[in-house]
């Protein structure tokens, strides 16, 4: 299985990140993210559900379109989702909920697989 795929699984299933982290140590590809990155993400998934499940489910929603509609490079999709959870609690003045509607907003750009 390569990487992507490995990563994408463990996004779009909701595992946990850190078993990816220890996973992937077999795994001669290089990811997207370094382990104290997808540490973070993981971290930042379990403050997110705690603090604003709602929304957090809206963006695992928007993921799903995201797929549906097919828009964009494929394996992007679960790296972009990645981003938009690591984004979160920078203390950049954004709130989750404002991560979310940025996130969302991109199904309204028009890309695709060339």
Known sequence: MLLIELFS???FN???LREY???RKDINERGEFNDQMLIRIQEN???FKEEDSETLELMYK???EYVKNNRGIVIEYPINFARAILSLYKNNGKT???IYENYENG???HSYDG
């Open 45 to 47: 998934l379990e403050r």
């Open 9 to 11: 699984d463990y996004i």
């Open 21 to 23: 982290v220890e996973l």
């Open 62 to 64: 928007t993921l799903d």
């Open 107 to 109: 199904l309204n750009h």
């Open 14 to 16: 909701k595992k946990d």
């Open 96 to 98: 989750p909920r404002n």
